[in-house]
């Protein structure tokens, strides 16, 4: 269930492992969070300058919001 709606990527402080981001993403798209964590560990292992840049430019210019 998704708690805010206002159609904007957030990061997610209440629920992070390091930064929020994967939370946020999880929360935006209402998925289990450990399901996005593992889709970044995986492309991670593909991919990982792209998914480093992406998930640093993420945690930095993303709002960060507190959903439980």
């Not at 998704?2 to 929020?20: C, E, H, P, Q």
């Amino acid at each position: 269930m998704r708690t805010i709606n206002d159609g904007s990527w957030f990061i997610n402080k209440a629920r992070r492992k390091i930064a929020g981001v994967c939370a946020g993403f999880a929360s935006y798209y209402d998925q289990p969070v450990w399901l996005v964590r593992a889709l970044v560990i995986l492309l991670a292992l593909c991919f990982p300058v792209v998914v480093l840049v992406a998930y640093v430019a993420a945690a930095v210019f993303l709002p960060a919001r507190w959903v439980v």
